[in-house]
C-alpha cells in the first residue's frame, strides 16, 4: 500500500510557508492505519524491545498498538506537569527558547531495550531529548522509529548513533 497517498498536505499551517503533513487521513483509513502498524511492528519484531516509548502525544498512538504486538509494556513521555508520580525532566532547545519532557523515574528499568515511537522526526531535538530520559533510568535505546521524516530538516544528524527508521520521507 503507498502510505504517502494517504497523507494530506496543508499548505501555511500552522504558519505561512510551511507545508504540514497531516496524519489524520491516514488514521482514518483502516487499511493505512493497520499497514502502518504491521510494518513497524515487522521492523522490530526481532530486535528485542523490552520497551516501548511513545513522545506526547502522537507517539502514543502508533506506540501503544505496537507495544501491543510487540508483547511489550509502553510508557509515556509527556510535557511537564502531566505524569502523577515522580519523574525526570530533559529541557531540549527550539528555535526560539526551549521545551521540556518528563517520565516517570520508574518507567525503565536498568538495561531494558527500548524503542522510542512518535509520529514525526524534524530537527530531532524532541526524539534527542527522550534518548536523554531513557538512558537517565538506564534503558538502553535499541530504535527511533517515526511514521514520516522530514528529512530536509536533518533530524538525524541529531540522532547520529542510534538506529532511526521512518516509513515515509519526504524531501520538502
Given at each position: 500500500m503507498d502510505l504517502a497517498a494517504t497523507i494530506r498536505s496543508v499548505p501555511d499551517f500552522p504558519i505561512a510557508g510551511i507545508l504540514f503533513y497531516d496524519i489524520t487521513t491516514l488514521l482514518k483509513n483502516p487499511v493505512a492505519?493497520?499497514?502502518?502498524?504491521?510494518?513497524l511492528t515487522a521492523q522490530y519484531q526481532n530486535a528485542g524491545v523490552d520497551m516501548v516509548v511513545g513522545i506526547e502525544s502522537r507517539g502514543f498512538i502508533f506506540g501503544i498498538p505496537l507495544a501491543y504486538n510487540l508483547g511489550v509494556g509502553f510508557v509515556p513521555v509527556r510535557k511537564p506537569?502531566?505524569?502523577?508520580?515522580?519523574?525526570?525532566?530533559?529541557?531540549?532547545?527550539?528555535e526560539y527558547g526551549t521545551n521540556t519532557l518528563e517520565v516517570h523515574v520508574d518507567a525503565i528499568e536498568k538495561g531494558q531495550k527500548v524503542l522510542i515511537v512518535d509520529d514525526l522526526l524534524a530537527t530531532g531535538g524532541t526524539a534527542k531529548a527522550t534518548c536523554g530520559l531513557v538512558e537517565k533510568l538506564g534503558g538502553q535505546v535499541v530504535g527511533l522509529a517515526f511514521a514520516i521524516e522530514l528529512t530536509f530538516l536533518n533530524g538525524r544528524d541529531v540522532l547520529k548513533g542510534y538506529n532511526v527508521f521512518s516509513l515515509l520521507q519526504y524531501d520538502a
Amino acid at each position: 500500500m503507498d502510505l504517502a497517498a494517504t497523507i494530506r498536505s496543508v499548505p501555511d499551517f500552522p504558519i505561512a510557508g510551511i507545508l504540514f503533513y497531516d496524519i489524520t487521513t491516514l488514521l482514518k483509513n483502516p487499511v493505512a492505519l493497520k499497514e502502518s502498524i504491521d510494518r513497524l511492528t515487522a521492523q522490530y519484531q526481532n530486535a528485542g524491545v523490552d520497551m516501548v516509548v511513545g513522545i506526547e502525544s502522537r507517539g502514543f498512538i502508533f506506540g501503544i498498538p505496537l507495544a501491543y504486538n510487540l508483547g511489550v509494556g509502553f510508557v509515556p513521555v509527556r510535557k511537564p506537569g502531566k505524569l502523577p508520580a515522580e519523574t525526570i525532566a530533559e529541557s531540549y532547545a527550539l528555535e526560539y527558547g526551549t521545551n521540556t519532557l518528563e517520565v516517570h523515574v520508574d518507567a525503565i528499568e536498568k538495561g531494558q531495550k527500548v524503542l522510542i515511537v512518535d509520529d514525526l522526526l524534524a530537527t530531532g531535538g524532541t526524539a534527542k531529548a527522550t534518548c536523554g530520559l531513557v538512558e537517565k533510568l538506564g534503558g538502553q535505546v535499541v530504535g527511533l522509529a517515526f511514521a514520516i521524516e522530514l528529512t530536509f530538516l536533518n533530524g538525524r544528524d541529531v540522532l547520529k548513533g542510534y538506529n532511526v527508521f521512518s516509513l515515509l520521507q519526504y524531501d520538502a
